[in-house]
T-cell receptor, first 110, second 115 residues
Framework: QQPVQSPQAVILREGEDAVINCSSSKALYSVHWYRQKHGEAPVFLMILLKGGEQKGHDKISASFNEKKQQSSLYLTASQLSYSGTYFCGTTRGSARQLTFGSGTQLTVLP | GAVVSQHPSWVICKSGTSVKIECRSLDFQATTMFWYRQFPKQSLMLMATSNEGSKATYEQGVEKDKFLINHASLTLSTLTVTSAHPEDSSFYIC???????????FGPGTRLLVL
């Protein structure tokens, strides 16, 4: 079952913050976050494993609440290069197949 | 991160012909690779799991006789779209997790246009 992402789209000014949410009705093993620019393949951002962890690098971080089956991606002080469509991908159990959310289109304006 | 390549990057073919797409892991071995399809403005949909040395596992609704998958070595999986039709036009992307890792790295994708 496809995870639900929100919001569907967000427009920011450079330097503003954004939060993208990903939730599932099923128990999750891991959550993967990717960014895809138009006409290109998705680029891996980070992975969060079962255990309620939080990760981050530079100004992008994420959290995974295993009990709530939710993950959030935090983008702080957004840059123009952050524009793109963000997808969360989830796995269940030991299976590695990713089920992707519908995506969140992020546009950062100067 | 690990590098995955795909060839060709784009292909245009006539309806009824077959098209082969290659997915290679360049700096790691992958016993498992995944094939996705993405239509414009939509999410990525898993088509099949490619397993080295054994049969691929197809997702519900994906015709195994139409989308032939071969994973003959630890670094190469191929997807052949047989008797392609215009509705098969899409962006095909493969991914592979390096051994022992959960992270999946995506290839650059192959854009298929069937006329």
């Amino acid at each position: 079952q496809q995870p639900v992402q929100s919001p569907q789209a967000v427009i920011l000014r450079e330097g503003e913050d954004a939060v993208i949410n990903c939730s599932s009705s099923k128990a999750l093993y891991s959550v993967h976050w990717y960014r895809q620019k138009h006409g290109e393949a998705p680029v891996f951002l980070m992975i969060l494993l079962k255990g309620g962890e939080q990760k981050g690098h530079d100004k992008i971080s994420a959290s995974f609440n295993e009990k709530k089956q939710q993950s959030s991606l935090y983008l702080t002080a957004s840059q123009l290069s952050y524009s793109g469509t963000y997808f969360c991908g989830t796995t269940r159990g030991s299976a590695r197949q990713l089920t992707f959310g519908s995506g969140t289109q992020l546009t950062v304006l100067p | 991160g690990a590098v995955v390549s795909q060839h060709p990057s784009w292909v245009i073919c006539k309806s009824g012909t077959s098209v082969k797409i290659e997915c290679r892991s360049l700096d790691f071995q992958a016993t498992t690779m995944f094939w996705y399809r993405q239509f414009p403005k939509q999410s990525l949909m898993l088509m099949a799991t490619s397993n080295e040395g054994s049969k691929a596992t197809y997702e519900q609704g994906v015709e195994k006789d139409k989308f032939l998958i071969n994973h003959a070595s630890l670094t190469l999986s191929t997807l052949t779209v047989t008797s392609a039709h215009p509705e098969d036009s899409s962006f095909y992307i493969c991914s592979a997790p390096p051994g022992g890792e959960e992270t999946q790295y995506f290839g650059p994708g192959t854009r298929l246009l069937v006329l």
